[in-house]
């Protein structure tokens, strides 16, 4: 078993920056693909970011490309999602979650989740 647990989030007004981080527990992340989702109100969960348990590939949804940035820290079970130049639109719910390597931009091969961590951008 695999517990997460995500931080960072706030609120920030637009073109502002956070960094998300994900702490994981019960199990070394080494082997496993991470991922970044976020669900906004009313909408369904959507796909940021993932990186393989290497942490040499990346894949970003194409909204985020170039103002977010995924990373790793095996040895202290660490995933990190930095957001710069934040829009309105990037306020959601992000969950950070785990899954076989690759995991890639499904949801549905994550096996692990956590609780999620509020980011609010201001306009």
């Known amino acids: 078993q695999v517990q997460l647990v995500e931080s960072g989030g706030g609120l920030v007004q637009a073109g502002g920056s956070l960094r998300l981080s994900c702490a994981a527990s019960?199990?070394?992340?080494?082997?496993?693909?991470m991922g970044w989702f976020r669900q906004a109100p009313g909408k369904e969960r959507e796909f940021v970011a993932s990186?393989?348990?290497?942490?040499?590939?990346?894949y970003y949804a194409d909204s985020v490309k170039g103002r977010f940035t995924i990373s790793r820290d095996n040895a202290k079970n660490l995933v990190f999602l930095q957001m710069n130049d934040l829009k309105p639109e990037d306020t959601a719910v992000y969950y950070c979650?785990?899954?076989?390597?690759?995991?890639?931009?499904?949801?549905?091969?994550?096996?692990?989740w956590g609780q999620g961590t509020q980011v609010t951008v201001s306009a």
């Open positions: 019960g199990r070394t992340l080494n082997n496993y693909g």
């Open positions: 979650a785990a899954g076989p390597n690759p995991s890639g931009t499904t949801a549905a091969r994550y096996a692990y």
């Open positions: 990186i393989r348990w290497s942490g040499g590939v990346t």
